[in-house]
């Protein structure tokens, strides 16, 4: 089992909690409050979006991955969340769901998008050692 493998449910924890983040800091900035249980209920649908990902994409097998299964996790819970909170009666503006697909592009990507330049600086570096040492 490697490295990333194991910390699969740190790699979970963290989606879900810049998921969170995203709907704490959205909440703010429309005055809707940052109560627990406000952000809650307004995360659930991207929360359970990810979750959903998460099980079809087998994540835990390459959590750390931006590409594709990084890109899809993006786009299910992006794209997953509107169509729930849509159905639900929610708020689905287009600015809404451009800021939706902008923001948690950012916090779901840029984190594996780092993962991979450093595994990849790590494997050039491990490969260089071992060229000098032949």
């Known amino acids: ?5 194991r910390l699969w449910p740190v790699q979970l924890a963290a989606d879900v909690v810049l ?3 995203f709907v704490a800091l959205g ?3 429309h005055a809707h409050g940052v109560d ?8 659930s649908p991207f929360i359970a979006a990810a979750l959903a990902a998460w099980a079809l994409l087998r994540l835990w097998r390459r959590p750390a991955s931006l590409w594709p299964h990084g890109v899809l996790l993006w786009v299910i819970t ?3 969340g509107l169509a729930v909170r849509a159905l639900a009666g929610g708020g689905t503006a287009f600015s809404f769901q451009l800021v939706t697909f902008g923001v948690l592009g950012a916090f779901l990507l840029l984190p594996r998008l ?16 071992l060229i000098n040492r032949a």
Do not use: F
């Open 78 to 80: 992006a794209g997953g």
């Open 114 to 129: 780092t993962a991979s330049l450093a595994t990849r600086g790590r494997a050039r570096h491990d490969s260089t050692r």
């Open 27 to 29: 909440r703010d900035t």
């Open 1 to 5: 089992m490697n490295r990333g493998t």
């Open 19 to 21: 998921i969170i983040v």
């Open 36 to 43: 627990p249980a406000g952000v809650l209920i307004t995360a």
